[in-house]
């Protein structure tokens, strides 16, 4: 698990359910992966998005990133 770099502790780990914003709306999906920018080292969180393709990615910086609330069972 990793914390992101902003003010609230929240720790992102692999298989969190997550959201995020982007300019086609909110989209959400499962953390695969955690891998740095080659360009400027920043943290990014590569989401396996729902209601796509099997192996769609996207790299989502960990700022962006919104934990889903887990469901009880």
């Known amino acids: 698990m990793l914390n992101t770099l902003t003010d609230s ?3 992102i780990a692999l298989g969190d359910r997550v959201t995020f ?3 086609e ?3 959400a999906g499962t953390v ?3 891998r740095r920018d080659v360009g400027n080292g ?3 969180a590569w989401v ?3 209601h796509q393709w099997p192996g769609m990615f996207r ?3 960990l700022g962006a990133v919104q934990l ?3 469901t009880a069972a």
Do not use: M, W
């Open 25 to 27: 709306g909110y989209q």
């Open 21 to 23: 914003d982007t300019d």
């Open 9 to 11: 502790p929240r720790q």
């Open 32 to 34: 695969n992966d955690l």
């Open 59 to 61: 790299a989502v910086p």
């Open 68 to 70: 889903l609330a887990a």
């Open 42 to 44: 920043e943290l990014h």
């Open 48 to 50: 396996e998005l729902d």
